[in-house]
């Protein structure tokens, strides 16, 4: 959203269109990214802080998003928050939720793989604006590129900005600029204006520093200067205890501080700016600020609450934030040298107070189930902000729930990186300061074994499956219930590792005590005979798990009935069995009451269903159907496809398994051209080492030899 009084820089920032033509890259700067180191100032000003950050440049990006998005040049516009990896994975699933229409599923890495695959192949004209870059790390493997995109990036440091991008510095304002700029903020009042010249030079030009002198000039009897009177005062004070002078933002914040407590008296225009402080500039949602617990700290500590509704609007009188309305719940925006200014002023203790506040109020805004729609995104950067600023404070007593609703959030999202991060850390952290048998410990150790394993990554998964098994056997017995079922999870993660005769060894043992403690027809106990079974058949021992399967099918049909989603995935595990035993009629007629009742609760389009029709087409081709097989398996593909798009990698897996079913049938040629144009798609979303990617190349090298 633009500011009011912007101003697109005729003179400092002219020919930005010109500079991003399509297929290329620019990265807006400050033009003093380091320039400005701290000036030692009393107690209400800034240490360490380079205003010099805050020079408009995410303004002129929104501007010129908004020219090319209206002229036509542009017809799909993404905006990146790019402060962290995860913020960045997120943009991007969402814009590919926006765009598709569809739930992508999955992990945010593929979602985002097959954004990056869509825009470098598109002819539709787009552009993706990368704001406020916090670093080269957060784009691996992310960076957008193609002939008919343009990418745009906001970066306070050139050094976060990849190599190959054109750099262009952002700094003060022209004389003239920043005239105007003062001029039409002042418009309702020309009598104001006087003087606006001179004070724009005492301000150096700064466009922070003029935003905050007109709006509290605006929001007052002020005029420019009069105003200037009272900045050159304060100046001065600084000055005392500070070598070189402080830049002007460092200065005119103050005033604006001052002006917003007397636009809402008591201190909880103050105090909210505080609270902010502790959260993620670029992005608040409004419902922390408005948060129960930030009621209670804009009291002071009285028994009744504030409404923070009067200290928001004096607060953005002032200056010192925005509101966007148009995001539902409205995002409050701050810049984050301004919140690191406010924190250096803060009065002993009131950072851990406003630390406490904040992470209530997040909580408190952060509902258990996070409906379509709801800011999810912003409430984790502000979780990982006040994690970041406040070191150990969340861990008096024990983990914050906060934490914990980040991680579960993070998970949910399908965040597989930064949740393993998250988890890793809370998990190394409880260890260090509560002990590693503190139950917050064991529950962060249990969710990173659980992020490791969502991320592909089980080799890491299993050493903590097991320091969650002997812990829990530890202090409840190995009989537990709860240490039976980290057994069977322990089970799960050596499948998904490949460590098959382990897994067994460790799923048989787990089936045998559920048997015995739960009993034979418990949820739990069909669970993992389910997985046991699974586990033979990963090994091929097709005649243990077909035995496994039937057991649990039949008592399944009698517990929960046949069309319960247990039942009909039990099925398809018999189905699976069937067929890789060599016993394909089996596996038919398995396969297809797996795809009847699907497609009776499910839907034709579930994904549960087109897997089942894709293997029922193989279970065909196995019994000599061959029309049947690749009927099957072309309706399984288009189903992948329009549910998920042509890039998903299960819909590519779909079209490797009709390739691999043409190759079979003689259809040699057009085996060879979907089997290449399927590797070529995978190999821009999947690993490189990916063992369908190999398996394909050399079903490819086959196919030439043929």
């Not at 005062?233 to 917003?260: C, G, H, K, N, Y």
């Not at 406010?342 to 002993?348: H, S």
Request: some cysteine; hydrophobic content about 45%; glycine content about 10%.
């Amino acid at each position: 959203m633009l500011a009011d009084g912007f101003s697109s820089r005729p003179e400092t920032a002219s020919g930005l269109a010109a500079a991003l033509p399509a297929g290329a890259a620019v990265a807006l700067v400050s033009d003093r990214p380091a320039a400005l180191a701290a000036f030692p100032g009393p107690k209400t000003a800034p240490g360490a802080q380079d205003w010099a950050r805050s020079s408009g440049k995410t303004q002129l990006a929104a501007a010129l998003a908004e020219s090319l998005w209206r002229s036509g040049d542009v017809e799909f516009l993404v905006w990146i928050d790019a402060t962290s990896r995860a913020s960045v994975l997120s943009g991007y699933a969402a814009a590919t939720a926006a765009a598709t229409g569809r739930d992508q599923g999955g992990s945010c890495e593929s979602v985002a793989a097959q954004l990056i695959s869509w825009l470098e192949e598109t002819s539709r004209p787009w552009l993706v604006v990368l704001d406020d870059l916090a670093g080269v790390t957060n784009l691996d493997g992310l960076w957008p590129a193609g002939p008919a995109g343009r990418v745009l990036v906001t970066s306070a440091d050139p050094a976060a900005v990849p190599g190959g991008v054109r750099v262009v510095p952002v700094g003060p304002f022209s004389v003239r600029e920043a005239t105007g700029n003062l001029n039409g903020r002042l418009a309702a009042d020309p009598d104001k204006r006087l003087g606006a010249i001179d004070l724009a030079r005492d301000l150096d030009f700064e466009p922070v520093a003029l935003a905050q002198a007109s709006a509290v000039i605006a929001s007052s009897p002020l005029s420019c200067r009069e105003y200037r009177a009272h900045f050159a005062r304060r100046r001065e004070q600084f000055a005392e205890s500070a070598d070189p002078r402080p830049p002007a933002a460092a200065v005119t914040w103050t005033l604006s501080f001052e002006r917003a407590g007397q636009l809402a008296p008591g201190g909880s225009a103050q105090l909210l700016l505080a609270l902010a402080a502790m959260l993620d500039g670029p992005g608040i949602p409004q419902t922390v600020l408005a948060a129960p617990s930030a009621g209670e700290f804009l009291a002071g500590g009285g028994d009744v609450q504030v409404s923070g509704e009067r200290a928001l609007a004096a607060l953005e009188q002032a200056g010192l934030l925005s509101v966007d309305p148009v995001t539902a719940p409205p995002t409050v925006r701050v810049s984050p040298v301004l919140q690191s200014a406010v924190r250096a002023a803060m009065p002993e203790g009131m950072p851990d107070q406003a630390a406490d506040s904040a992470a209530d109020a997040l909580l408190q805004a952060w509902p258990e189930r996070e409906l379509p729609g709801w800011p999810a995104p912003g409430l984790r950067s502000c979780a990982a902000t006040l994690r970041r600023l406040t070191g150990d404070l969340l861990w008096q007593g024990g983990c914050h729930p906060l934490l914990v609703r980040a991680g579960d959030s993070l998970d949910r999202a399908g965040l597989t990186g930064p949740a393993v991060d998250h988890w890793r850390d809370l998990a190394a952290t409880g260890g260090r300061l509560l002990g590693g048998g503190h139950p917050d410990t064991m529950l962060a150790g249990q969710r990173l074994a659980d992020a490791y394993l969502a991320a592909g990554r089980p080799d890491d998964a299993i050493p903590w499956f097991q320091w969650a098994l002997d812990n829990l056997t530890h202090e409840l017995g190995s009989d537990h219930p709860d240490v039976i079922e980290a057994r069977r999870r322990q089970g799960h993660a050596l499948v998904a590792a490949r460590q098959l005769p382990a897994a067994i060894t460790v799923l048989e043992r787990a089936v045998d005590q559920f048997d015995q403690v739960r009993g034979p027809e418990q949820a739990c106990t069909l669970g993992a005979r389910d997985e046991l079974a699974g586990a033979y058949l990963a090994a091929g021992q097709y005649p243990d798990a077909i035995t496994h399967y039937r057991r649990t099918l039949a008592d399944r049909e009698r517990a929960q009935g046949p069309r319960h989603p247990q039942t009909m995935t039990t099925r398809h595990g018999l189905a699976d069995s069937y067929l890789a035993g060599g016993r394909a009629k089996e596996a038919v007629a398995a396969y297809k009451r797996v795809v009847a009742d699907r497609e009776r609760v499910l839907g034709p389009d579930h994904l549960d269903t087109l897997t089942a029709r894709n293997d029922l087409g193989t279970a065909y081709q196995k019994t000599g159907h061959p029309a049947t097989a690749e009927l099957a398996c072309e309706q399984a593909w288009a189903g992948f496809e329009r549910v998920l798009g042509p890039r998903h990698p299960d819909t590519l897996r779909s079209r490797a398994k009709l390739a691999q079913m043409y190759r079979q049938l003689g259809r040699y040629g057009d085996a060879r051209a979907l089997l290449r144009d399927t590797v070529d798609r995978l190999e821009r979303i999947l690993p490189a080492g990916d063992p369908l990617i190999i398996e394909l190349r050399q079903n490819l090298a086959d196919i030439g030899e043929e």
